[in-house]
T-cell receptor
């Protein structure tokens, strides 16, 4: 049962344009969401997080949007840079009494110069 | 400031053997979680250690066990290795034992079971 889904395995974007990565979840108990970036041969690097009490969180070029009614979150990268090319994972957790993150299967972003 | 470190980087074992993977958390962190990432998949939670105790466990068999030491470092042990245990094993650390505290990952140990 895949509780966190990233339905686009890959995405190509031109340098300087916006990258939008999407993530859907099924468990309405999830109340904390994160995005990680992963380069080959490295561990996932934390990018940005959002609590379910918010619908938007911004950090520099990265913005995460949360739509609780649709059980959907998205990561916007503006402007996209070639160094952003990596696999992006969304993760979710239920913060009351559990500590594990549930990850999606990832989206490979390629930013074209 | 040292981040999360893991050893070894790569490991090759044969079916039925046992393996121990090691993790040192980020400075100031006291909680260690272990994840398994199979090829083409997202990381899957194995278990989490806090105050030297296993606090939560994912859907993994008892062949997977762990330990946390007083200095907060941790080991993951896998017994009776199966071919399906081949994966990237990730350690993540977080602070203060708070469930919302962000987990920071190490580079992983690539385990190949032949």
């Amino acid at each position: 049962d895949q509780q966190v889904k990233q339905n686009s395995p890959s995405l190509s974007v031109q340098e300087g344009r916006i990258s939008i990565l999407n993530c859907d979840y099924t468990n309405s108990m999830f109340d904390y969401f994160l995005w990680y970036k992963k380069y080959p041969a490295e561990g996932p690097t934390f990018l940005i997080s959002i609590s379910s009490i918010k619908d938007k969180n911004e950090d520099g070029r990265f913005t995460v949007f949360l739509n609780k009614s649709a059980k959907h979150l998205s990561l916007h990268i503006v402007p996209s840079q070639p160094g952003d090319s990596a696999v992006y994972f969304c993760a979710a957790s239920v913060t009351s009494g559990t500590y594990k993150y549930i990850f999606g299967t990832g989206t490979r972003l390629k930013v074209l110069a | 400031d040292a981040g999360v470190t893991q050893s070894p980087t790569h490991l090759i074992k044969t079916r039925g053997q046992q393996v121990t993977l090691r993790c040192s958390p980020k400075s100031g962190h006291d909680t260690v979680s272990w994840y398994q990432q199979a090829l083409g998949q997202g990381p899957q939670f194995i278990f989490q250690y806090y105050e030297e105790e296993e606090r939560q466990r994912g859907n993994f068999p008892d062949r997977f066990s762990g330990h946390q030491f007083p200095n907060y470092s941790s080991e993951l042990n896998v017994n009776a290795l199966l071919l399906g245990d081949s994966a990237l094993y990730l350690c993540a650390s977080s602070g203060q034992g708070i469930s919302t505290d962000t987990q920071y990952f190490g580079p992983g140990t690539r385990l190949t079971v032949l």
